[in-house]
């Protein structure tokens, strides 16, 4: 088990540019998870797909944000025009069915807007 | 605003000492959940203690709960360099939704 894996690592654009991370939860893992980590924020809360489906939004910047899950092992977060603003650590994460499981986090995108 | 907090901010101690995290949060839970995030990685889960228990221990950690005061604490005894990361409470979002909810996070550092 490999655990959640994101893609790339470290990510470098240019002010303006479209920016797209990469997530593959826990195989068997139905709920997904994006947070991002700033030192002022903190820990945020993104978005969050179950079976693939978008079920809350309500962390997700209205503009430039979206988030894609087309199959059951890979999810997208897509920054479009990004701004200095959005330089964070991306975190995608992933569990089990039911409440109150246990979440399983990637070690996160650094996405740096020059 | 925060729906959970930790306290305080930071905390430094030596190795082979205990140190206790607190967390408190806003909204009524069925769990709580404590993470600990050490540089360069994703939050890994260390305990999690549902709404009906006071008082759940995993090795060297303590977690208690009073739902009363909305207050949880946890506790790392005989403390190793190792344990030096951020300390996260987490909840639910209280609103019938499932993501995990972070708070502010304490940062503990424990030298030699």
């Known amino acids: 088990n490999a655990g959640v894996i994101q893609t790339p690592r470290h990510k470098v654009t240019g002010k303006g540019q479209e920016a797209t991370l990469w997530c593959e939860p826990i195989?068997?893992?139905?709920?997904v998870f994006w947070y991002r980590q700033t030192i002022v924020q903190g820990l945020e809360f993104l978005t969050y797909?179950?079976?693939?489906?978008?079920?809350?939004d309500s962390g997700m910047p209205k503009e430039r944000f979206s988030a894609q899950m087309p199959n059951q092992s890979h999810s997208t977060l897509k920054i479009q025009s990004t701004q200095p603003q959005d330089s964070a650590v991306y975190l995608c994460?992933?569990?089990?069915?039911?409440?109150?499981?246990?979440?399983?986090f990637g070690k996160g995108t650094r996405l740096t807007v020059v | 605003s925060q729906l959970a907090e930790e306290n305080p901010w930071a905390l430094s101690v030596h190795e082979g000492e205990s140190v206790t995290v607190n967390c408190s949060y806003k909204?009524?839970?069925?769990?709580l959940q404590w993470y600990r995030q050490k540089s360069g990685e994703g939050p890994a889960q260390l305990i999690l203690?549902?709404?009906?228990?006071r008082e759940k221990r995993n090795g060297r950690l303590r977690a208690t709960l009073d739902t009363s005061s909305q207050s949880s604490s946890l506790s790392i005894t005989a403390t190793r360099c190792e344990d030096t990361a951020v300390y996260f409470c987490?909840?639910?979002?209280?609103?019938?939704?499932?993501?995990?909810?972070f708070g502010t996070g304490t940062t503990v550092s424990v030298s030699p």
């Open positions: 994460a992933s569990s089990l069915a039911g409440q109150n499981t246990e979440v399983f």
């Open positions: 195989s068997g893992h139905s709920a």
């Open positions: 909204t009524s839970i069925t769990a």
């Open positions: 797909f179950r079976n693939q489906a978008p079920i809350d």
């Open positions: 203690i549902r709404s009906n228990e």
């Open positions: 987490a909840t639910d979002s209280g609103q019938g939704g499932r993501a995990l909810i």
